[in-house]
């Protein structure tokens, strides 16, 4: 199942996808939350912590500008762009590549 | 990339851009569900109205009217968006302290209204399809 | 007098910080003191006309300035930032113009990226347009870092970053400023929004320094936001309408030291 939550900045997106993701978790799903914001906070709605969140968002960043290089392989990129989050969901922050592929 | 996580048996949730540069790439077959977060509130409404108009046409899309205070709230929503239904997520102080101190809202109280609200709302979606194994 | 000191003020923050509210407010008690203002929507999304209290955009949109041109868009023969604001711009209450990407109608990206690939560069034109160079610019940003990173406001000498009570909103602040101020020649003010005694005592140890302004929490701006009015003709006493009243001379009085420091 692919879910995707969009509106306005602010609205509470994020908040919302969290929440979601984790309440997915526990009702038995295995739960892959993407942050496809070119700003990623998903991580604190998650329950990582403001610090890994932060992280996060440099790594994207590094990614976008190119210091860093992409993953090959999908499962290079969860590993390497990700965190693991509590109830067992894996947050993966995605750059503006990732989001193009149709996968 | 998505297919191939689908094909593992994961539920992916993509938390998108701000607005709808997100929804503008999307391809056929890249979404099972769009939810529409609004807020009682012009500029947002705005927005809600147009990510409608933009959502796939093989999409399942709901409509989260986020921080509601009264009724007069949800007619605003309601109004903006037409004749759909709409999932209603009150405003709440246990959310904002949640936000204040960077925390999970499910770890600061599973029970507040605004996070049972969501809870459920994960828990109906959980049931729409075959679960993936976790772990 | 005011009019001399033409300011050049970029807004960012977070989503959802309140970037809309203060920049339009901001352009309307900038407009009342004496200043002819452009204030520049360059966010896709809707909020700088709301908060300005400017009509909706009728025809022509601003799109309608480009013309493909392979994969991108030009500007049409004959258009540059003068005419631009001539033909698209919109007039708020007290005379400000505002120019904003809008949104067009229609399906699909392509209305959308004609509109942001005109807004721009004519954006990108501004500085050398001797018409403006009195003007006082105030540009709405779209939400985060990226306008930051990309330096979409190359106007601005000032970079106002809003900040909520928020570990999501402080994050985005802390990485903006990181990135307005390893530029030279741009002054980057930390405006703390929706602040409470608490929340700015909070906001200001997670920033790690002290805001330059901070604008209370206020209802009145709620119900504004919700009726679809701008705060300053909805609720002109209220506290935060004052707050960013007083936001406007102290801008004013820094561009004032900037001026006899140089």
Known sequence: MKIIVAGKGGVGKTTISGTIARSLARSGHSVLALDADNNPMLGISLGVGPERTDELGTLRQALESGEVAHQPSTAGAIETFGTDAPDGVRLVVLSRIDRADPG | ?135 | MARAMALRIAVAGKGGAGKSMIAGTLARALARRGHSVLALGTDAMPGLTHSLGAPQSLEPALADAVEPDGRRWRLKKGIGPVRAVQRYATTAPDGVRLLDCGTPAGRGADPVYASISAFLQVIHRLEDAHTFRDWTLVGDLAAGPEPAAVNSAPYADTWLVVVEPTWKSVLTARRIARITRSRAGKSTLLVMNKASDSGLRAAEQMLGERVFAAIPADGAIIEADRAGVAPIDHSPSSPAVHAIERLVEALERASIDRMVKS
Do not use: F, H, W, Y
């Not at chain 2, 997100?22 to 012009?42: E, F, Y």
């Not at chain 2, 959502?55 to 037409?82: C, F, K, M, S």
């Not at chain 2, 102080?93 to 204040?100: L, N």
């Open chain 2, 1 to 135: 990339m998505l297919g191939e996580l689908e094909g593992d048996g994961k539920t992916t949730i993509c938390d998108s851009e701000a607005g709808v540069a997100t929804l503008l790439r999307l391809q056929p077959g890249q979404t099972d569900i769009v939810l529409v977060v609004a807020q009682p509130g012009a500029k947002s409404l705005d927005v809600a109205r147009r990510a409608i108009e933009l959502a796939p046409e093989d999409t399942d899309l709901l409509v989260v009217a986020n921080r509601v205070r009264d009724q007069a709230d949800l007619e605003v929503i309601q109004t903006a968006v037409g004749n759909r239904e709409l999932v209603v997520v009150p405003e709440d102080d246990a959310i904002t302290r949640a936000e204040q101190e960077g925390l999970a809202p499910i770890d600061v109280d599973s029970d507040a209204p605004a996070v049972r609200a969501l809870i459920n709302l994960g828990e109906r979606l959980a049931a729409l399809s075959p679960r993936g194994e976790r772990g």
